[in-house]
Structures are given as C-alpha cells and as structure tokens.
C-alpha cells in the first residue's frame, strides 16, 4: 500500500502518503540503518571498545573514559553536516548522496585502521594464556592513540550517513498519521539494534582469544576485523544507492540561496520549544550518562567480565532492546512520555547502584552477575532513546529536518562525551582510575570506590528534574507548545556559544589525558601530580 486514504492522511504532517516499507526496493533507508547499526556498535559500542581499549591494552580507568570520549565528540558535529544536507544538494538529492559520501568516507577510514597492522598487546601471551606478570607492551597508550583518531575518523563519517539517514527517516515520520507516527522512526530503530547484535556476536567468535582474556585458543587479527567492518561500509553504499527512496527532488542551491537558508535556520532555532528540548538532550543525557572512571576497572578486575561473558551479556542486551522497541512502537507510542521517563530513570539508578554495591564490598563477585546489570537497564534505556527520538522527529522544522535533527543529537551526542570527562573529574578525588587499588582490594580502596560510584549515581538522578522541566506529555502537548511561536534569541545565542564550550573542554582534556605529563592533571581525571 503506497498512500493511506485522505481521512487518514490528513492527520500527517506532510502530503504523500506512507512509504511501503515492505517492498525491498523501498527499505533500503532501513537497510542502511542496520549498517549504520553494525558500524556504529563498532565506534560507539562498548563490547569492542571494552575487549579491545580495556582487556586488550589495558588503559587506565580516565584513559578508557576519554578514549571513548574522543571517540563520540566528532558525532557532536552533525548539524554541520545537518546544514550541507538541507542546503547543498548533489544531484538534485539532499539525502541519498550524503548517505553514500559517508559510507565512502567509513570504509577509507577503516582501510587506515586496516593499514596499521597488529598492536602489541598490554600483557605477554603464552600459548592459549596470557601471563599477566609480564608487560610487552608498557608503551600500551601509544599504541592505543593512533587507533582512537582513526575510529574517531570513522565516526565522523558515520556522523555524515547518520544524519542524512535520520533526516530522511523525519520526512517518513511526518508522512505518517498521528495514529501511527512514529513507526518509522521505531522501524529504524528496531533496524539499528539488530546491526548491533550481529557486530556482538562477531566479536565473541572473533576477539575471545588469550590477548583479550578469553576462552579460545584462536583469535582474529585486529585487522582483520577491521575488514569486516569495511565491508559492511561497502553494502552501505550499495543499499544507500539502489535501494533507499528519496522524493524530493531540488535545484542546485547558490552561495546567496544558501546564505538565506542560514539565516532562516538561525531564526528558526531561536523559537522556545527547539531551545528547550535541545537543553533538555544535553542536560538529561549528560547526568544520566556521568559514571566514575572506576566502572571499567571494577567491572575487569574484580568482576572479571571477560569477552565472552561481555559478549553474551551485550546479545542478550540488545535482545531485550529490540523487544523493547517493539514494545514501544506497539503498545506505548501515544503513552505518557513524561512518567515513562521519571520511572526508567529511577530503575536505572538504583538497579546498577545496587549491583555496584554487591560487587565492591565482595557480598558476591561473578562475570555473569555483573552482567545482570546492563542486561536489565537496556530495556528502560531503549524506552527513554526513543522517546527522545520520536520528539526529536517532532520538533524538526519542516524545510531544516537534517539540521534541526542534527542539533538535537548534537545535542544528545555531546552530553555522553562531557559526562565521561566530568565523571573523570569527580572520581579523580578518589585515585581509582588505576590498577593497584583493584590488586590491593582493602576495605579503604572498597570505600573509595564506592564513594566514586555513589555520587556519579546521585547526579544521575538529577536527569529526573530536568524531565519534569522541559519534556512534554505526548504528541498533542508538543505541538500545542510549538504553535505558541515564542522566540528567545538571547537564549538561543548564549546556548550556541555553551555548547562550543563543552565541546573545546572535551577536546582538550582528551587530547591532555592521553599525554604522559599532563595525565595526572585532575582536571581532566587524573590523580593529581605530585
């Protein structure tokens, strides 16, 4: 069926009609999603990044947070690329040409990424085993920060693909009637989690060898598994062009035409509720997402959460996430947004804070009880993404849909990078970023550990407030807000110029974490120098 019928279709946002998504040769924006799935569990995720940055080079505790935060800061950048897809089209398309650009640009990153070769690991390897009281690779941060810009270069060009795509999945959304807006953004969604499953169950066949703790006697080169990932960056591409349907059709836009699109997103953004729910990403976000640099440690030295337990655990995980989706886009789409998020929130909190507990103080120690945790969160989590998601597509201005959109996640995007730097900066009080209080394991280095822990765990709960501040109920409520037309400038201006704020801060301190002099600053998460 390629149009609903007028009584429905009048309830849309936009003309059109709803695509057939059941039609191969219309999926494809579907299709790219899982791609975009598979890559971006690469870059994002925390199976390979946990296997590889943490069980394979060992970074400390800040180190591991800020190699994740450089990694995601260049996402923070899509509404630049956001701009280029509303106001530069190449061949009379605004979304499909992005898309394949990023890809092109993924898989050339990832070919750097194949063309470093094989890093040394952080401990010796001894057959099947690895012998923790010998170091081959004392130089293990070297080692690690030519792979961190050459992921972060991949992510950059995901970002490219990424927010094409979502501008696309908008223009789909707002084809749709309010009955069943939303489906396309849960479709899309449902899409992305099952490429994160397939990348989760690679890495537990491919990177469970004795260079990363694991069971197996065999192990895939790090290279190789990057070529895996370029040849999903490659199906990308082919998906993006002989599949993916785009209607818009445009002419070339000229130096003043785009000027003027400019201009109107800039006054388009100074209105009241864009402000709010781009505040209400970064800050909600942001302190749901500050966790202490003592998280990674406590979950591989006295956790013991090896590759395959972690691997299981993130399929079962992205399992119920799916589920989850489902769930949502069946039964809760038109449900209040408001109480769903003040109750996954609270869960989330104090669920982990309570396995947290249990695994500090030695109550009870296990791989496979550790990861109880994220097994659990990930259905909340999946609840309170697509809740942002689906507001997300309803606040986009029509005519700036890829820039709009790529505010929000910009938004969205910086939050995690700035949470892990600032949870850094917390726990660097408490000196656990490090090896020795994990080895020593007294009832002083438990307490400081936990002590860390709590109050990342406390300001995790202050996201509850500012939900209660600036999410709306449901659809209706939202686009009441919107039809007021209140405009802030003066806000607008001063939120743009935070924002690069927040970003120079995470660039500097991942830049100045990674350098042996400036590592101990506490600043930016070390233990102070002395």
Partial sequence: MEELSIEKESTALDSGGVINYKKFTKAGLFYNKFFQGIIGDFVFGKVFSYTFFQLYLNLDGNQYNNAMATIQTLWALKFVWGIASDAIPIFKKRRIPYMVLGWVGAFIALGICIAMGVPEPYYKVEGCYRNMSIISNPANVATAIPYIYAIAFTTSMLAVCDVA?????????????????????????????????????????????????????????????????????????????????????????SFKNL?????????????????????????HFFLLEVKSSASVKIKSKWAKVGPLANTI???????????????????????????????????????????DTITIFDIYRSP???????????????????????????VSSNKYEAITFGLFMASWSAANPNALVFGNFITSFFDVSTDFRYLRDSTEDRLYVFSSVFICKMINLLSIAVTILLMPTQKIELQKRIQLQV????????????????????????????????SCYQLFGGSGCY
Wanted: one cysteine or more; hydrophobic letters at 55%; glycine letters at 4%.
């Fill in 368 to 394: 496979y009880f550790y990861c109880i945790e994220p097994i659990v969160n990930y259905f909340p989590l999946a609840m309170i993404e697509l809740i942002g998601l689906q507001v997300c597509a309803e």
């Fill in 165 to 253: 795509s979502d501008a696309l999945v908008i223009e789909y959304n707002r084809r749709e009637p309010v009955e069943i807006r939303g489906q396309a953004n849960a479709w899309a969604a449902i899409f992305i989690a099952l490429g994160r499953v397939l990348v989760i169950i690679l890495v537990a066949i491919a990177l469970n060898g004795p260079s990363f703790n694991g069971i197996f006697c065999f192990e895939l080169p790090i290279p190789y598994y990057f070529a895996i990932m370029a040849f999903f960056s490659f199906c990308g591409i082919l998906t993006a062009l002989f599949s993916t349907v785009e209607h818009s059709k445009v002419k070339r836009v």
């Fill in 313 to 355: 655990t993130s399929l079962i995980a992205k399992s119920i996430y799916v589920i989850a989706m489902y769930i949502y886009k069946k039964y809760l789409i038109n449900a209040n947004w408001r109480k769903i998020n003040y109750a996954m929130n609270i869960f989330i909190v104090f669920f982990s804070l309570s396995i």
């Fill in 259 to 283: 000027t003027e699109y400019l201009k109107g997103f800039w006054r388009a953004i100074s209105e009241k509720q864009l402000l709010c729910f781009a505040v209400y990403m970064f800050l």
């Fill in 487 to 518: 405009e802030l400038p003066r806000a607008r201006t001063l939120l743009f110029i935070l924002f690069l704020m927040c970003l120079a801060y995470v660039i500097v301190s991942n830049i100045l974490t990674m350098i042996p002099s400036t």
